[in-house]
């Protein structure tokens, strides 16, 4: 079964830093998602991707933030200069279409980032 | 602006024992989602709830949907450990949108 492929699995940052998730959707997929969980708390919907566009962004999702789709094939998530509150569970997800909703999502791993 | 509300938050339960974890939405949708979150893990998706009156059921599962009371229910039957987890609801505004708004979440541990 074909599945979102997220790198690193954990990754520890000093505050300040940038940091960069990466994320391969399911290759015929054309919508992207980023979604976080700080934990012990719900899922969070920060921005979804589309035609090299974002389509939409939640508050959460400031200047510190950016997407972008390098390749064709690897979607990321930079962080341009970590804080402590930025430590959370990132998840990249992708669906085919639009207009489905959750019903055409597919979650990845996920990538637990520690900013210290 | 939708939210979402699970309750119980928490719910610590014996083997064998029925028990209902309850969500609510505060605006119209058509759509809802149930995933499954173990500890350090993904998403799993359980359950998708299309349209008013949806029931699916799978091993000691069963989620509803009623769209006029704007409440999903996930009903666990003979709850076994293996169950223990993270239940999060998922709406989405079915329209324009793709995004989900999830769920407080419930916290469901099942002990012998």
């Known amino acids: 079964e074909p599945e979102v492929t997220q790198t690193p699995s954990h990754q520890v940052t000093q505050m300040g830093q940038e940091v960069i998730l990466r994320c391969v959707p399911i290759?015929?997929?054309?919508?992207f998602y980023w979604y976080r969980q700080i934990l012990g708390q719900k899922v969070e919907f920060l921005v979804s991707f589309y035609n090299n566009e974002i389509s939409e962004k939640s508050e959460i999702f400031d200047d510190q933030f950016s997407v972008e789709r390098p390749d064709g094939s690897n979607f990321t998530l930079k962080i341009r200069s970590t804080k402590l509150e930025d430590s959370a569970m990132y998840f990249c997800a992708s669906s085919e279409t639009f207009g489905q909703g959750g019903y055409g999502y597919t979650f990845g791993s996920g990538t637990r980032l520690t900013v210290v | 602006e939708l939210k979402v509300e699970q309750n119980p938050l928490f719910l610590s339960m014996q083997e064998g024992k029925n028990y209902t974890i309850y969500c609510n939405y505060s605006t119209t949708s058509d759509r809802l989602y149930w995933y499954r979150q173990d500890p350090g893990k993904s998403l799993e998706s359980l359950f998708v709830?299309?349209?008013?009156?949806a029931v699916k059921q799978e091993g000691r599962l069963m989620a509803s949907l009623d769209t006029k009371a704007r409440l999903s229910t996930l009903h666990i039957t003979a709850a076994v450990h293996d169950l223990s987890a993270t239940y999060f609801c998922a709406v989405d505004l079915s329209y324009n949108t793709d995004k989900l708004i999830f769920g407080t979440g419930t916290r469901l541990q099942v002990f012998p």
């Open positions: 709830l299309l349209s008013n009156g």
């Open positions: 290759s015929n997929h054309l919508y």
